[in-house]
């Protein structure tokens, strides 16, 4: 009986059209052209003959209004040089770097009214427009002449592509001057502190710039806004951290760790060993990793309230059968986030500077024990002693021997207050967003608690409710009124 009925569905599908694929099945197999796509690019990378699909993919922009402006950035910056070997809070070191910066206004005689401005994890130096390089920016509307944030009529701007990144600045993709081959995942663990003195050496020795009328940044950015003016107080007049953090925290950290695993978990990403080299000329990177890694932080940089007014739970067609491939609206956007950002992005710098969020940490005792892994360095690379493989970074305790935290909340907390006290004479502005699930807003009530919340009338705070804002962490991207106006209207205090 049962057999007949099946043999009576298979002829009503049949004379549907329907047609089966595998064996006698009842029920066509299902088609993957998310699948297809993902395998056809793969093929084109190897032959270097994209096709139309894979160059839609290589080519910039992401066609959508609302998104924040990102994509490969290869002309219109400069770059300055360093011979001088830079020493890395986790035992690492560069003898040399470059760092990508592009300039927005003039200068002015005193050298008083230049503003750094730190990029986030994906960002290049290109945050606005210029006449090399006439494409918008990251941050094209928050930076122009009379701006109501950043007025080029007024300040002079300076943007780099951070170190470890991949538009420009030294990072894993750059070669080793040591054998000329890319770094790779030989490349050094870098931390925000190490970014922010490379920094440093832009500023002072290629500008000559002895005070920065401010640091300003967003997320990565405002890590590093902040680390500034902890390593150099008495190099910066004003401070803005939007977004930001004085440390990483366990729910940030998660969400970054599943990110690299799965990235990790392609194997064209071959341990970091992707580049094409003469032996193996047929390298390819780890596209389909970077497009789920990057799947995976678009949850976390957008929100639910403006995901549920902006696409709800509407399918493509639904008077189609469901399928496995994108369907859903939110699916679609996820898979066009993720697509885009997979060959625009260096997977290797998404790794390192995905590992140096987690990282952060503004308390004393990470600055002292930074401080003598960079001694130690130091003292290793003017000897005549060699790296010795087995001192890199791998626990040397299992897992199961440390399953809790050792030290208590009130002990950080003691510990983070210490490590930020050369911020407490200074005027900062920070800035939150209550619809941000990466780096939630208690995260920025925390610094301004740390530096004496309403005891210190030199630091001042700001808290976008989801009324003001439903884009979640990249608010700061695309909230010109709130985030905007906040850093203008605190800038052109007492200035």
Not at 267 to 282: A, C, I, L
Request: proline residues 5%.
């Amino acid at each position: 009986m049962r057999s007949t009925v099946l043999l009576l569905a298979a002829k009503r599908l049949a004379s549907a059209g329907v047609q089966r694929t595998v064996g006698n099945s009842t029920n066509p197999a299902m088609q993957f052209p998310c699948l297809d796509k993902l395998e056809k690019i793969s093929e084109d990378l190897r032959g270097l003959k994209p096709s139309q699909e894979t160059a839609e993919v290589l080519s910039e922009g992401s066609g959508r209004t609302r998104d924040p402006i990102y994509g490969k950035v290869k002309s219109g910056f400069q770059l300055f040089n360093s011979d001088k070997p830079l020493f890395l809070d986790y035992g690492g070191v560069l003898p040399n770097f470059q760092i990508a910066y592009e300039t927005w206004g003039k200068l002015n005689k005193e050298k008083s009214n230049a503003i750094l401005i730190h990029t986030g994890l994906s960002a290049s130096s290109h945050a606005h427009s210029s006449q090399a390089n006439n494409k918008p920016g990251w941050w094209e509307d928050f930076i122009g002449p009379g701006s109501v944030a950043l007025d080029t009529n007024k300040w002079f701007l300076i943007c780099t592509n951070v170190l470890g990144g991949c538009y420009g600045s030294t990072g894993p993709s750059s070669l080793d001057p040591a054998d000329g081959l890319p770094y790779a995942s030989r490349f050094p663990m870098l931390s925000v502190h190490d970014i922010i003195r490379a920094q440093q050496r832009l500023i002072s020795e290629h500008f000559g710039i002895d005070m920065l009328y401010a640091s300003v940044g967003c997320s990565l950015g405002g890590m590093q806004s902040l680390c500034y003016g902890q390593q150099f107080p008495d190099q910066v007049k004003k401070i803005v951290s939007v977004s930001g953090c004085a440390r990483s925290h366990p729910s940030s950290i998660a969400m970054r760790h599943v990110q690299r695993q799965v990235l990790m978990a392609d194997r064209n990403w071959n341990r970091g060993f992707y580049y094409p080299t003469v032996d193996e000329p047929n390298r390819i990177p780890p596209h389909i990793g970077m497009k789920l890694a990057r799947e995976i932080a678009t949850i976390s940089y957008r929100s639910g309230p403006e995901w549920e007014s902006r696409f709800g739970t509407e399918r493509l067609d639904d008077d189609q059968a469901p399928v496995l491939c994108p369907d859903f609206l939110i699916e679609t956007y996820l898979d066009h986030q993720g697509e885009k950002f997979s060959l625009e992005y260096d997977a290797n710098s998404f790794l390192y500077l995905s590992k140096t969020m987690d990282l952060f940490d503004l308390s004393q005792s990470h600055l002292q024990r930074s401080e003598r892994r960079r001694k130690k360095m130091e003292s290793l690379y003017n000897s005549s002693e060699r790296y010795d493989e087995k001192d890199n970074i791998i626990p040397n305790k299992p897992y199961a021997l440390k399953r809790r935290r050792t030290t208590t909340k009130e002990e950080a907390h003691a510990d983070l207050a210490t490590g930020m006290r050369p911020l407490l004479n200074k005027d900062v502005l920070v800035v939150g967003v209550k619809s941000d699930g990466l780096m939630p807003y208690w995260q920025q009530r925390e610094i301004y608690d740390m530096l004496g919340g309403e005891q210190n009338d030199r630091v001042k705070f700001k808290a976008l409710e989801e009324s003001d804002s439903q884009y979640g962490h990249d608010t700061f991207l695309l909230d010109l009124n709130h985030i905007g106006g906040s850093i203008g209207d605190f800038l052109r205090i007492d200035d």
